[in-house]
């Protein structure tokens, strides 16, 4: 029968992912941890952060910032993006007003997490691949927790991830190399056999901390080019990610 044909073929499968996998020449080794980034990195998330910008500065009788300009904001939580769209536009609010537009922020974002982001299919590609061949998936993101967590239930993705630590599991967040230590382990990984995926200063800085190579992507956010980063190695797309994690050493 087809179906019991199907489930034989998922179960030599699980047997394979089972045993230990030889990663490098000869030798048995940690199965790798690939550690992604979120905003920028694994999805195209900036569309609802402007949203919620633009909207929290229209509340505020302020002019609109550019789509660009936005971008470049993006990669330390909401804190800069306030404070940079406020600060182009009059200035943030004296006194209690940073704290004020945070709330805001945060409950008008709560509300609009999916609107218009998703994720690169190109990275879901490519985390099939990886933990096709063992590895371990992991997201350490400067987005708070709860919204990483309800973005990757909307997408339906969350099954893919051995690990995802926010802006707020720890008292650290990159660019603290902890934070990325942190969510390996919690990974079930080993930080001496991981890779750090990233678009931002906060992830290369974090991944240089921790001791964890580190590749930055092009097409991402921040207001610092890729290949300014400091970075092990630059990608264009997922599609040189497989080389680049070998040249690495990583898989
Ligand atoms: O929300 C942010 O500013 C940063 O999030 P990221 O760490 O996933 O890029
Ligand atoms: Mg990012």
């Given amino acids: ?8 073929q998922f179960k030599h499968c699980f047997k394979a992912l089972q045993k230990p996998r030889h990663w490098g020449k000869g030798s048995v080794m940690t ?9 920028g990195t694994l999805a195209d998330t900036a569309p609802d952060l402007y949203q919620t910008v633009c ?25 800069p993006m306030i404070r940079g769209s406020f600060g182009d536009t009059g ?12 709330r805001m922020f945060l409950a008008y974002y709560a509300q609009h997490l999916a609107d218009h982001s998703e994720p690169f299919p ?17 997201i350490c993101t400067n987005k708070r927790y709860e ?24 008292p650290f967040r990159k660019p603290d190399g902890r934070h990325l230590s942190e969510t ?17 200063s906060a992830d290369v800085g974090a991944a240089r901390d921790a001791g964890v190579p580190c590749i930055a992507v092009t097409f ?8 300014e980063l400091g970075a092990d190695l630059v990608i264009e797309g997922f599609g040189q990610l497989d080389a680049a994690a070998r040249r690495l050493g990583v898989i």
């Fill in 122 to 138: 190109e990275a879901l590609a490519a985390i099939l691949r990886f933990r096709a061949r063992g590895a371990k998936i992991a």
């Fill in 91 to 102: 200035g943030v609010p004296e006194g209690d007003g940073f704290e004020r537009l945070l």
């Fill in 184 to 200: 390996i382990k919690a990974a079930g990984g080993d930080p001496g056999r991981a890779l750090m995926i990233g678009d931002s």
């Fill in 55 to 79: 909207w929290l500065l229209a509340m505020e009788n302020r002019p609109r910032v550019t789509f660009e300009r936005m971008k470049g904001l993006i990669g330390d939580g909401a804190g």
């Fill in 31 to 39: 199965r790798p941890t690939i550690v992604f980034d979120l905003d």
């Fill in 147 to 170: 919204f990483a967590a309800e973005q990757l239930r909307i997408w339906r993705i969350g099954h893919l991830f051995d690990a995802v630590k926010g802006a707020d599991s720890f």
């Fill in 220 to 227: 991402g956010y921040g207001s610092t080019p890729a290949h």
């Fill in 1 to 8: 029968m087809p179906c019991r044909r199907r489930q034989g």
